[in-house]
């Protein structure tokens, strides 16, 4: 089978329009998948604060899970599109054929843990009984319906190595958009419906979700994709769960850190105040904002450069690197300028407690000096993952939130009070970033020597 123009133009289009082409779907996906977040956000922070603080202490569990789902699609597309980029279409399908059933057999696991042990995983964030009760209530019906999570999140990822980035774009306005319209319906009980609070949300996500998952299944086995499956043919092959974990496992863990920093984070924070909880959860979503759309950009940045690594293009490498790298810059840049100038109302939309203003003013101001870094220590995540070195990354994540985010929040705690610690967070990414920039630099430059000196294999 040879390749067709839809992969085969990474290796010929001209680099800035066709990021821009294979970028664009997904920053709208990833841009209505945030306005998602803020508004279920927005509607339980109306519903009650309480509500709004269990919301957030339910965050890492969300986060782990998507870390499960990303790390693992992370870990399909680069190799699929450097397999592409080397003319192994059949071997990609393959790929392709054993995430598949991954997918499932995640979902399965997580809804057994959830149905069985929610209470006690909520018991691990918090003491306060009130939290526990409607933090379980939550999170027991996302655990059990994450197989809806898994389906689209992970199978997306197959579509984005073969260059496909508009069918993911659908799947994920699919379910934003059900998930926004059903929201107000199942937590405040409008018309016909029930009034069920938080789990309102929770059902609204798990169903938006199923109905987004199932679309993307059925493209996924329709004939219309380079990458097909051969479902009925399909024989285990560890030399490929190695390939895609390779890098999925450190795009992974790198997530899987996240949640653990956000639970410790939240720990911090509930010492001082029950209500800082609260905030970081709308600071999180708020900042998604920008951080989707960067997000979105390597969905399109990621396959572009492990093409043209598979297929010894140094110079179209070096064009994506800098072109993907002063997008994020900018967008970057917006988030910080937005956050600064306008925090006051921007928390007003998720709750006006009085309280709870004064501690995201400041907060949001602080936390937002970060996202410059943030910005482009995305970007030098997804070049290494994109080149099948993951990793660098899952060290240099391991010292950002656990070695200096977490370190640096508490010691300011602890020496100047709540207001302080939010420094951590533009600390611990500046501190990255150095760090990412000199390791990055040193790899690139002996790819780049293999490619053109020595023209070894790079996959």
């Known amino acids: 089978m040879g390749l067709t123009t839809k992969s085969n133009r990474m290796g010929k289009e001209k680099i800035g329009p066709l990021l821009f082409k294979l970028s664009v779907p997904a920053i709208i996906g990833m841009f209505v998948h945030s306005m998602y977040n803020i508004i279920d956000s927005m509607y339980v922070g109306r519903f009650s604060t309480e509500a709004l603080s269990a919301l957030s202490l339910c965050f890492p569990v969300q986060i782990l899970l998507i870390a499960v789902a990303v790390g693992t699609g992370v870990g399909t597309s680069s190799l699929i599109s450097r397999l592409l980029g080397q003319k192994k279409v059949d071997r990609a399908g393959i790929v392709a054929e054993h995430v598949f059933f991954i997918a499932i057999l995640y979902g399965l696991i997580v809804g057994v843990i959830g149905f069985f042990f929610s209470e006690q995983i909520v ?162 979503r708020l900042q998604s904002f920008f951080l989707m759309s960067i997000f979105g950009l390597t969905q399109g940045y990621l396959p572009l450069v492990g093409y043209n690594f598979g297929h010894k293009e140094p110079e179209r490498m070096k064009k994506t690197i800098f072109l993907g790298s002063f997008t994020a810059l900018s967008m970057g840049a917006l988030g910080l300028i937005l956050f600064q100038a306008f925090p006051g109302f921007l928390l007003e939309l998720f709750n006006q407690d009085p309280e709870f203003i004064r501690i995201g003013i400041t907060a949001l101001r602080r936390v937002s000096l970060a996202y410059i870094f943030m910005s482009l220590n995305i970007m030098g995540a997804a070049t290494f993952q994109a080149i099948g070195r993951g990793f660098p990354s899952l060290i240099l994540n391991i010292m950002r939130q656990f070695f200096i985010l977490l370190s640096s929040m508490y010691f300011l705690g602890q020496a100047f009070g709540l207001e302080a610690t939010w420094f951590a967070f533009p600390i611990a990414e500046a501190t990255t970033f150095i760090l990412l920039s000199l390791w990055l630099s040193l790899t690139l430059k002996k790819c780049f020597y293999n490619i053109c000196q020595r023209g070894e294999s790079l996959t």
């Open 123 to 284: 018991h691990l964030f918090t003491d306060n009984p009130m939290l526990i009760d409607m933090a379980k209530r939550y999170i027991r019906i996302i655990m059990i319906g994450s197989l809806t999570i898994f389906i689209p999140a992970i199978f997306n990822y197959i579509l984005r190595g073969e260059g496909n980035t508009f069918a993911p774009m659908i799947t994920m306005l699919i379910g934003a958009v059900l998930n926004i319209i059903l929201d107000p319906f199942l937590i405040f009980g409008i018309g016909f419906f029930p009034k069920l609070g938080i789990e309102g949300a929770a059902i609204a996500t798990v169903f938006s979700r199923l109905i987004s998952g199932l679309f993307i299944t059925h493209i996924l086995l329709s004939d219309r994709n380079e990458v097909t499956l051969r479902l009925k043919k399909f024989s285990f092959d560890l030399h490929i769960i190695r390939g895609i974990y390779q890098v999925g496992l450190p795009a992974m863990a790198g997530r899987l850190l996240m949640s653990l920093a956000m639970i410790t984070v939240n720990r911090i924070l509930g010492s001082f105040n029950i209500t800082a909880i609260a905030v970081m959860g709308v600071i999180f």
